[in-house]
């Protein structure tokens, strides 16, 4: 079946929804697991808050921005219900605000934008929800005119 992951803004939980229905427009979503893109996966910290979610390219991990106080990326693991797994947290560029994903020969690179300083740092993306960073950075006059 299908899967709905929610990112909400002020409590950091990652929320995983099953969806069922959609033949005639009617969808029942049903909530399957919450998880926590807090540090250490606790509660939430009110310095922080969750910013973006995105999807592996295959689809096989998902990764949650939280800005503010922690600064951090969060990876979650795919099971094969959509249910997640944390596997690893990072620390990202000052207030983490936008994440992309660039195809290499090597596997994908998850690109993380820093509002703050504005700074983009870059992670490779490894298999099973892995995340690593490459210490790469940009920032300045390395940054492409806007």
Known sequence: GAVVYVLCELSQALLTY?????????????LEQTSSIARGGGDADAGSKAGELLLAPDGSAVYASNRGAQNTITAFAVGPSGRLARTVQV???????????V?????????????????????????????????QRLSGDALPPF
Do not use: C
Not at 18 to 30: D, F
Not at 91 to 98: K, L, Q
Not at 103 to 115: D, K, M, S, T, W
């Open 91 to 101: 620390d990202a560029p000052a207030f983490p605000r936008g994440m992309a994903f």
């Open 103 to 135: 195809p290499f020969a090597r596997g994908p690179v998850l690109v993380v934008a820093g509002q703050s300083e504005g700074v983009l740092a870059t992670y490779r993306a490894l298999p099973s929800g892995g995340l690593e960073a490459t210490h």
């Open 18 to 30: 099953s969806r069922a229905g959609g033949a005639e427009g009617n969808v029942t979503l049903t």
